[in-house]
């Protein structure tokens, strides 16, 4: 993937965007167009340099008018050119604005447009999806999903102009039908659907185009939400001085496994140290210390049989890890009692977060020193609401469990959210080798390990998100994403969170 920009935004953002530059910064609209269209087909001849013929599917949309400027430009140059539109007989009646100008111009260039037949042969080596834009808020209708379904079905090569037809740029849900793309090409502003939910699996490769907008553009129009760098490791993370000892960076507690879980407390642990916590212990069940302690040697483990053992290890610490392999059996629950009269800074997943529901005491937070890190499964009995609606809106998700408990939350997935209420972060990084088991646990160890530190919990979870997910990334391109497994993550996210 080529390097993106870090602000991300809706599509009605990136509509104020397009019209800001047209009206104040006095950029015609047709001049847009054409630098769109340039720039995807500079694109396609990068990634495909030996084609010499290309098919346009467009719709009667500006992202139709974008396809007509690419057929013209590929006619221009002497290729093969098979152009359609979707639509009815009427179709070049229902153009508007530019659309209408671009369509003008390429039947004055000499291109022929014919409407699309779902049974004719898609002849080109690469297919050009002009159709559906960011403007698709409904279903896609049933012309579309044939010409759609006919260019899935094609095996050939598919460059989408801005983003993929069906697909919401606002949530990365498939509205029905979408285009799988090889690549896709975006303008103006980097919409926050194209890296979340369902679009993953449609967008490709992922090209951004600025087209050459002033700063002042940028300005003007309010950011939605902020893609996680390297650059929000630095920015967070200074070097640590020579003088420093391990009192600097640091107690962290992690409590978890029950018995037969005692794996994912473990890997919490061992975790928090690779993320430079300067102490880390562990409470867990008394039978899990012996390979608790044959895993990780650095960490402090202490066999804990009930909450009132459990206060003193509270006293010690400056942070909290808490749910990894806890079960929800009455010695979880005598756990939560014992960490609920405290006050510490905590990281709450998996058990611990059922466990709160089910008690009803994560919505009597009433401190802004929690980071909960649900899975969209878990975000769904937290706010009592099927999953599928969960992932439709995965922003509007992440905000309702943040005003409903006032923690900083995590919603993990495709597009993994982070927001503490003020701002929104999105973390394109990872893999589905993550897709497997423990790699939660990992996260919450590294996530509590940086709020150990003294980093602000919403600092914390963006910079532990976004180096779990490099990290798996990383790893991935060592040893491949099938078969990766959460211990495999640790010296990987030690790598990255040293800026290496």
């Known amino acids: 993937m080529n390097e993106l920009p870090v602000p991300l935004y809706t599509a009605e953002q990136t509509r104020l965007l397009d019209k800001t530059a047209i009206n104040e910064a006095g950029i015609p609209g047709f001049i847009l167009m054409k630098r769109a269209a340039k720039s995807a087909f500079s694109v396609l001849m990068q990634r495909w340099p030996h084609a010499r013929s290309i098919t346009v599917l467009c719709g009667a949309g500006n992202n139709g008018g974008d396809g007509f400027v690419m057929a013209t430009l590929a006619v221009q140059r002497g290729w093969t050119v098979q152009a359609r539109y979707v639509g009815d007989a009427m179709f070049a009646q229902q153009l508007r604005g530019e659309a209408f100008e671009a369509w003008q111009w390429a039947c004055a260039e000499g291109v022929e447009f014919l409407p699309f037949d779902a049974d004719e042969p898609l002849r080109g080596e690469v297919v050009v999806d002009a159709m559906l834009g960011t403007g698709l808020n409904g279903t896609v209708k049933p012309s579309f999903i044939a010409a759609i379904k006919r260019v899935n079905k094609s095996n050939k090569p598919v460059l989408a102009v801005d983003i993929p037809s069906g697909l919401s740029a606002d949530t990365g849900s498939v509205l029905g039908e979408a285009v799988r793309a090889s690549v896709t090409v975006t303008f103006i502003g980097l919409k926050l659907g194209l890296l979340m939910h ?54 962290l507690l992690v409590i978890g496994g029950d018995h037969g879980m005692g794996g994912a407390a473990i890997m919490a642990a061992e975790a928090a140290v690779n993320a430079g916590a300067g102490k880390v212990t562990l409470a867990t069940r008394p039978e899990h210390v012996t390979a608790a302690l044959m ?101 509007s998700s992440a905000q309702r469990l943040h005003e409903q408990t006032g923690a900083t939350v995590v919603l993990k997935g495709a597009g993994t959210l982070v927001t503490d209420g003020d701002v929104m972060h999105l973390c394109a990084a990872g893999n589905p080798g993550l897709a497997s088991g423990g790699m939660g646990d ?44 959460a211990t495999d993550l640790p010296p990987y996210v030690k790598l990255i969170l040293n800026h290496r």
């Not at 909290?320 to 609920?340: K, T």
């Not at 005491?361 to 878990?378: Q, S």
């Open 442 to 485: 990992v996260l919450s160890g590294v996530i509590g390990a940086l709020v150990a530190q003294k980093l602000s919990t919403i600092d914390a979870a963006r910079i532990g998100v976004y180096a779990h997910a490099a990290a798996a990334d990383r790893c991935a391109a060592a040893t491949g994403e099938r078969g990766l497994k």
């Open 295 to 395: 895993r990780c040697p650095e960490v402090m483990v202490q066999g804990i049989n009930s909450g009132q053992e459990l206060v003193p290890l509270l006293d010690k610490v400056d942070a909290v890890v808490f749910g990894p392999g806890l079960g929800l059996g009455a010695w979880a629950e005598q756990m939560l009692q014992a960490l609920w009269n405290s006050s510490l800074p905590c990281v709450v997943d998996a058990d611990g977060l059922t466990l709160l529901k089910r008690t009803g005491k994560l919505y009597e937070v009433d401190r802004a020193n929690w980071v909960i890190t649900p899975h969209p499964g878990e975000a769904s009995r937290l706010l009592s609401m099927p999953t599928a609606q969960v992932q439709q809106d995965r922003l």
């Open 198 to 251: 369902e679009a993953v699996d449609y967008v490709g490769e992922l090209v951004f185009e600025s087209l050459r907008l002033p700063d002042s553009v940028y300005e003007s129009v309010n950011v939605s939400a902020f893609r996680l760098s390297d650059e929000d490791i630095e920015a967070c993370l200074p070097r640590r001085k020579r003088s420093a000892h391990k009192g600097d960076f640091g107690h």
